[in-house]
């Protein structure tokens, strides 16, 4: 049995605590009686992973077992979620690719031919073929790339069509073949909450026109958190698009979910608590702070994006999209929970290398906003772990840095948009449009690596629950030109920040830092 | 008795277009209405005829407001039918080119004041020959042959004696034993003879090395030009240069005061029973008085000294601080000339005066400097910051210590300018580039200031002014009131600080104040962009006939040539083949470098060649996926930017490079912009290596930019170009918003010389990475599996 998550308190006694900066790591002494939450230690995998999905597909949850459906002259599709998913990517074998493996086995042997593969992408960028090689291993690549195996176009008309619309009139659009096909089966990989169920095939399958019905500012804001789907209008929305999606498509939905075992043996120590580091771990660290502390950010990127981690499987169930996405829940739940007791003050957490948005590329100072202030603050049940007006100290260095390929519009958002304006409100209202239908950005999100124009927006949005939440936002070490231009305040120290921090607070705030990653989901009474 | 002698007198006056002969006019006008007539020689200029010169050149002249507000313009131009004419005369031919009418009217003239002269101290040595020495020997033939009694009034120069010590008489020079019409034949026979010599092949072999450097890749045309331009600049420098070191060696301070003192020889010599009077001014400075206070035209010789001195240009002058420094104010000498013109000597007579304030009112360079100095500390000039500039200390060492140091700091400067136009172009290297050029300019500025004035600093001698003084011991008390002559009776202090500085500084057209908007606000919000080229852009919307063409590499891309081959090779050569390669690409490096210096189309050629024996399809394929992995990496995000601004506004877009065509099309295509590229030949879907057609490079582009536009009736004027080197500069030249986008030292130069805009464009922050292809990647390794 792992040891479950925990909050403890910082006593004289509790060495400097860890927190994630960027490529590289910073030791904080925090004040005495703060509350550090660490996550669970990662739960056992599922021994034979290969037999366990195999197991799945003949019992489905509410469903005949995969080979009843499969038939020789019928259409199958398999899509499957992007390389957004896990973080950070999973060491060979990606549990996906095992699954693929698996259920095109199963196609050849019921004498299927016409078989498809495409990743769900939605707006995220194309994959490269090393990046789709990793996802889905080496014998499905060679056997169906290029032609049967591609990234799904969401900006290609002819590739698209209209299924329908809700009864709340949110349009619901689907990939062409995936619509046409007898079956599409469904790959995806939950590694937190927010992931899964309808919205994997409705998003990732789908195009602007249909995103853009629940990625907005209103929808972002009503969803407390969408990391839990029963109280996030963002799943809500999903959910009537996917109904929709299955009155018309015959889908067979197959969910994984990992462990928390995020990062390999080399950085071993990053998964414990600081009291329980080895002489090996403490030396360990040593190491790569220096070595972090003075390499170059395109060497240290290189070392850290190259880093795989060594998840666990801990379920495979495939059937019903409703059935299946309720006990992958479970999975994830029994990894991440971790109650906590009430709300802070001030919450502190350190924004690592990696977001979903930046996998094999560079985390501007866009995607630190979305990764810190989306993803990890809105890691709750319940309510956020800070109270409301309270302040939220991120550390990470922000520096001023864009990957051309992957985030043109982000450069221009930056440039252009938020040296205008920071409200969500106003820059939805008076830019997304036209971000969302340049001719540029299609170009480069159809023949490049791009992400889609409107991409910088949604990350934005995702921040939104969170600046309208909090009373003020405080980076640690970040550069100041940039963390002033995403409209925050800047401190050197944490010392400092925390000395701002007690101007919108009080004095003896209340504080509480999120030891993540490892990922964990706070839930707060 | 100035005017009652002048009263009904008919005047001819020369050089009426000068300063000081326009002072003279508006002297005789405004006080000695009585006069008869006044005769204005004026020469028909290429471009006016001589009676537009008049309204236009001495009319409209500053110094007769004074007079149109006494009169009103009604009176004003009734005074002027009446009392002037216009005789055109021509100095530069014998018997002046003068109609029978017009000798008529110049020996009906009772008297001659002859003031036309090149002033300036630098001017080559022929044209000062031409104007000075023959222009004064013809007009005074023309006077004695025909018999005139007209008194002739020849202003001379006090300088006419040279480097001389103690005080100085007024009597004829001393004669170093010259002959004049020697010297005129000489000095103004120096043009062919230099021309000649500009033309031999080490001049212009020398020439065309330096042309070469400065302008080589942009092309033979441009060179042409630039050797054109440098020969005719090189010729007037030899000219002023030889005019300068033959009137030193002959004892003067410069080829002015040398021409001048051969022709007080020659009028002297000439002028026959002509009655002659020399006046010799010194230094004429901006009125005292009159028409108006501080009346100055042009600059002259203090003026750039004191700018100079108050923008600290010179932080330190040589010259001997008690030497005097003989300034005078022009009214002074307006009205020695026709006192002096009121004093006719005996027929076959001649007489000489100086105008000089040495004698009577002595300032010495130190008071001088003093004064200078107290002016400027409580009305400073302004650097572009706004911030006053402090005048400098001078210590007056000697000369040769002040100009060794500059000359050295001037070489320190030519070496770094040498290294640094070598190193390769960025930010950091245009930024020092710019620096240097404005020291250099300062510098040279400062070296030229000692070379034409440091020696008149150093003369040391007062000019007797026995004569002037007996015609003032004369003057009635009115007279003296109404024609002040007498230099004793100023103040230099009131004149340089009420009159002389605030006029040499509004001529300056100097900041004394700091302007409103330079002021520091202390406000730290960003600057509001103000993007001239975005606005020139929307002034355009919607044309199709406007076109911005883009150069690519270095433009658009941060990137070149060689890079693409390198990537593109080593993405299909297994990783041990990797180290020969780079040995390869290594030893071609420095020869590659010279010759992309010399010529951009050369370097191309022979690049190109390396791509000899690839199959062309491979390269299409590499060409399309260095899109991803090298192009859109270092594509500069404000130059996408531009061109969809351009797109937006309707305009063609083209991209015009001397790229391949398998590197630079997938860009074209996903920019959606028309490309003209290199092509290279095929035999047998194999690369030969050898170009399709000429690349286009240099003078190249701009015939296939004319050719564009003809085929596509696009209107060059209203177009754009971006470009980042000079083998660019006839693209850029043919367009109406050229934009220099982070240029090379060498178009950085031009394009801040024609007022070019420069642009710099940064590329996408943390993306800077060596073109070479991931060896661990799984695609390219599957390669050679």
């Known amino acids: 049995m792992a040891r479950p998550g925990a909050v403890i308190e910082v006593d004289r006694n509790t060495p400097p605590t860890l927190f994630h900066y960027g490529e590289g790591f910073r030791l904080e002494r925090l004040p005495l009686g703060s509350r550090i939450v660490y996550p669970p230690d990662p739960i056992d995998p599922i021994g034979h992973p290969e037999r366990a999905i195999r197991r799945a597909l003949s019992n489905p949850l509410e469903d005949d077992p995969l080979k009843e459906l499969l038939r020789p002259g019928m259409k199958l599709t398999i899509a499957f979620d992007d390389l957004s998913l896990p973080l950070p990517p999973m060491a060979a074998p990606d549990v996906r690719g095992l699954v693929i493996e698996e259920v095109v086995d199963a196609a050849a042997r019921a004498g299927v031919e016409d078989v498809e593969l495409i990743a769900a992408i939605s707006l995220h960028r194309k994959m490269t073929a090393d990046e789709i090689r990793h996802i889905v291993g080496d014998r499905v690549f060679t056997t169906f790339w290029p032609d049967r195996l591609y990234n799904h176009d969401a900006e290609d008309p002819s590739q698209n069509v209209l299924i329908g619309r809700t009864n709340q009139g949110e349009e619901v659009w689907l990939n062409r073949r995936a619509s046409e096909s007898d079956l599409v089966v469904y790959v995806n990989l939950t590694l937190v909450p927010m992931d899964g169920g309808h919205k994997s095939l409705a998003t990732g399958l789908g195009c602007y026109r249909s995103v853009k019905a629940h990625h907005t500012v209103d929808t972002l804001l009503q969803s407390r958190s969408y990391m839990h789907p029963p109280d996030s209008a963002l799943h809500a929305s999903c959910v009537r698009q996917g109904e929709l999606i299955e009155d018309a498509v015959r889908v067979f939905h197959i969910e994984t979910s990992v462990n928390n075992h995020s990062f390999p043996a080399v950085a071993n120590f990053l998964q414990k608590r600081e009291t329980d580091w080895t002489t090996g771990d403490q030396a360990a660290f040593f190491a790569l702070k220096q070595v972090t502390d003075l390499a170059p950010p395109d060497v240290k990127r290189a070392a850290f994006h190259s880093m795989l981690a060594p998840y666990g499987m801990t379920g495979v169930n495939a059937g019903q999209v409703d059935k299946v996405h309720d006990k992958t829940l479970e999975n994830v739940r029994r990894q991440m929970m971790v109650p906590v007791e009430g709300q802070t003050d001030i919450v502190t957490l350190g924004v690592p290398?990696?977001?979903?948005?930046?996998?094999?590329?560079?985390?501007?100072?866009?995607?630190?906003?979305?990764?810190?202030?989306?993803?990890?603050?809105?890691?709750?049940?319940?309510?956020?772990?800070?109270?409301?007006?309270?302040?939220?100290?991120?550390?990470?260095?922000?520096?001023?840095?864009?990957?051309?390929?992957?985030?043109?519009?982000?450069?221009?958002?930056?440039?252009?948009?938020?040296?205008?304006?920071?409200?969500?409100?106003?820059?939805?209202?008076?830019?997304?449009?036209?971000?969302?239908?340049?001719?540029?950005?299609?170009?480069?999100?159809?023949?490049?690596?791009?992400?889609?124009?409107?991409?910088?927006?949604?990350?934005?949005?995702?921040?939104?629950?969170?600046?309208?939440?909090c009373g003020d936002v405080i980076v640690v070490g970040g550069d100041r030109a940039t963390v002033h231009r995403l409209g925050f305040k800047s401190a050197t120290t944490l010392e400092d920040a925390l000395e701002m921090a007690e101007q919108t607070v009080g004095r003896w705030p209340s504080i509480t830092h999120l030891r993540t990653p490892p990922l964990m989901l706070c839930e707060v009474d | 008795?100035?005017?009652?002698?002048?009263?009904?007198?008919?005047?001819?006056?020369?050089?009426?277009?000068?300063?000081?002969?326009?002072?003279?006019?508006?002297?005789?006008?405004?006080?000695?209405?009585?006069?008869?007539?006044?005769?204005?020689?004026?020469?028909?200029?290429?471009?006016?005829?001589?009676?537009?010169?008049?309204?236009?050149?001495?009319?409209?002249?500053?110094?007769?407001?004074?007079?149109?507000?006494?009169?009103?313009?009604?009176?004003?131009?009734?005074?002027?039918?009446?009392?002037?004419?216009?005789?055109?005369?021509?100095?530069?031919?014998?018997?002046?080119?003068?109609?029978?009418?017009?000798?008529?009217?110049?020996?009906?003239?009772?008297?001659?004041?002859?003031?036309?002269?090149?002033?300036?101290?630098?001017?080559?040595?022929?044209?000062?020959?031409?104007?000075?020495?023959?222009?004064?020997?013809?007009?005074?033939?023309?006077?004695?042959?025909?018999?005139?009694?007209?008194?002739?009034?020849?202003?001379?120069?006090?300088?006419?004696?040279?480097?001389?010590?103690?005080?100085?008489?007024?009597?004829?020079?001393?004669?170093?034993?010259?002959?004049?019409?020697?010297?005129?034949?000489?000095?103004?026979?120096?043009?062919?003879?230099?021309?000649?010599?500009?033309?031999?092949?080490?001049?212009?072999?020398?020439?065309?090395?330096?042309?070469?450097?400065?302008?080589?890749?942009?092309?033979?045309?441009?060179?042409?030009?630039?050797?054109?331009?440098?020969?005719?600049?090189?010729?007037?420098?030899?000219?002023?240069?030889?005019?300068?070191?033959?009137?030193?060696?002959?004892?003067?301070?410069?080829?002015?005061?040398?021409?001048?003192?051969?022709?007080?020889?020659?009028?002297?010599?000439?002028?026959?029973?002509v009655p002659l009077s020399i006046l010799r001014p010194s230094i004429i400075e901006s009125s005292l008085a009159e028409p108006f206070p501080g009346w100055l035209e042009g600059f002259r010789m203090a003026e750039p000294i004191i700018l100079a001195f108050a923008r600290r240009v010179l932080p330190d002058f040589a010259g001997l601080p008690d030497t005097v420094l003989d300034l005078i104010p022009a009214d002074l000498v307006v009205n020695s000339v026709l006192a002096v013109a009121a004093s006719p000597p005996g027929p076959g007579e001649h007489r000489i005066y100086h105008a000089a304030t040495g004698n009577r009112n002595p300032l010495r360079l130190r008071a001088m400097v003093d004064l200078c100095r107290e002016y400027f500390e409580i009305h400073p000039l302004r650097d572009r910051y706004g911030q006053a500039i402090g005048p400098p200390e001078w210590t007056f060492p000697p000369q040769n210590e002040v100009e060794g140091r500059a000359k050295a700091m001037k070489a320190a400067i030519d070496v770094a300018q040498w290294i640094v136009e070598r190193l390769p172009a960025g930010a950091d290297m245009a930024r020092i580039s710019d620096d240097l050029n404005e020291s250099r300019i300062r510098l040279d500025r400062a070296l030229e200031i000692f070379e034409l004035y440091g020696i008149y600093t150093n003369v040391d001698c007062v000019y007797e002014m026995k004569h002037l003084m007996d015609i003032w011991e004369t003057l009635p008390a009115a007279e003296r009131e109404v024609f002040p002559f007498d230099p004793a009776t100023f103040d230099w202090r009131h004149y340089l600080h009420q009159v002389h500085l605030p006029t040499v500084i509004r001529m300056s057209r100097a900041d004394t104040v700091a302007r409103r908007g330079k002021q520091p606000t202390g406000s730290t919000a960003p600057a509001p962009d103000k993007d001239l080229t975005l606005q020139q852009i929307k002034r355009r919307e919607g044309r199709s006939d406007v076109v911005a063409v883009f150069d690519v590499d270095g433009t658009l891309i941060e990137t070149n040539v060689i890079e693409y081959f390198v990537w593109m090779r080593l993405k299909a050569k297994p990783l041990a083949e990797w180290p020969a390669f780079f040995a390869d690409i290594a030893r071609g490096a420095p020869r590659w470098l010279t010759l992309e210096r010399r010529s951009r189309a050369e370097f191309i050629r022979n690049f190109y060649r390396q791509y000899g024996g690839l199959d062309y399809e491979d390269m299409k394929r590499l060409g399309r996926e260095a899109l991803h992995e090298v192009t859109l990496k270092r594509l500069y995000p404000e130059g996408v930017r531009r061109i969809r601004a351009h797109k937006d506004a309707g305009h063609r877009v083209l991209l015009l490079t001397g790229a391949l065509d398998v590197v630079v099309e997938p860009l074209a295509e996903m920019l959606g912009v028309e490309l003209d590229c290199a092509h290279l030949l095929v035999r047998d879907g194999i690369l030969t290596g050898d170009l399709a057609e000429p690349p286009p490079a240099g003078e190249a582009r701009s015939t296939l930019l004319d050719g564009y536009a003809a085929a596509n009736g696009i209107q060059l004027a209203e177009s754009f170009a971006y470009a980042d080197s000079l083998s660019d500069l006839p693209m850029l030249e043919m367009v109406g918003v050229p934009v220099a986008v982070n240029p090379d030292a060498r178009l950085s130069t031009v394009a801040g010389q024609r007022g070019w805009r420069i642009e710099r464009w940064p590329m996408a922050p943390g993306n800077w990475r060596l073109p070479i292809p991931d060896p661990r990647s799984p695609e390219y390794r599957s390669q050679f599996a």
């Open chain 2, 1 to 273: 008795m100035i005017s009652e002698r002048l009263a009904g007198k008919t005047l001819l006056v020369t050089g009426s277009t000068g300063f000081l002969g326009k002072s003279i006019v508006e002297k005789l006008l405004r006080s000695v209405p009585e006069v008869g007539r006044v005769t204005l020689a004026i020469r028909s200029s290429p471009r006016r005829p001589a009676a537009d010169r008049l309204d236009k050149e001495v009319l409209s002249s500053p110094a007769f407001r004074r007079l149109k507000e006494e009169l009103g313009e009604e009176g004003f131009r009734k005074l002027v039918a009446e009392k002037l004419t216009v005789l055109e005369i021509d100095l530069g031919r014998d018997g002046l080119g003068l109609s029978e009418a017009g000798r008529k009217e110049l020996l009906g003239c009772d008297i001659v004041i002859h003031s036309a002269a090149a002033v300036e101290f630098d001017n080559p040595a022929d044209l000062s020959a031409q104007t000075n020495l023959l222009g004064a020997s013809r007009l005074v033939r023309t006077l004695s042959e025909a018999g005139s009694k007209a008194h002739l009034v020849h202003i001379s120069t006090a300088y006419v004696g040279g480097m001389l010590r103690g005080r100085v008489q007024e009597e004829l020079p001393l004669d170093p034993g010259l002959n004049w019409r020697h010297e005129a034949e000489i000095l103004s026979g120096l043009r062919p003879v230099v021309e000649e010599e500009s033309r031999t092949p080490e001049v212009l072999s020398r020439l065309q090395r330096q042309a070469r450097s400065r302008m080589g890749p942009a092309g033979t045309p441009s060179m042409a030009r630039t050797v054109e331009r440098l020969r005719e600049k090189w010729v007037k420098d030899r000219l002023v240069e030889r005019g300068r070191v033959h009137a030193r060696a002959m004892g003067f301070t410069d080829i002015y005061s040398f021409t001048k003192a051969m022709a007080e020889r020659a009028v002297v010599e000439l002028h026959g029973q």
């Open chain 1, 353 to 469: 290398y990696l977001g979903p948005y930046n996998v094999n590329s560079i985390m501007n100072p866009v995607l630190v906003v979305c990764t810190g202030l989306g993803y990890l603050f809105n890691l709750y049940k319940n309510k956020p772990v800070v109270r409301e007006g309270g302040v939220v100290i991120i550390e990470h260095p922000c520096r001023y840095e864009f990957n051309a390929v992957h985030h043109p519009s982000y450069v221009d958002f930056y440039d252009e948009v938020l040296a205008d304006t920071t409200d969500p409100h106003e820059i939805e209202s008076r830019y997304e449009k036209r971000f969302a239908e340049d001719a540029w950005y299609r170009q480069m999100y159809q023949q490049s690596h791009a992400y889609h124009g409107v991409h910088p927006f949604y990350a934005w949005y995702w921040a939104a629950f969170t600046l309208q939440h």
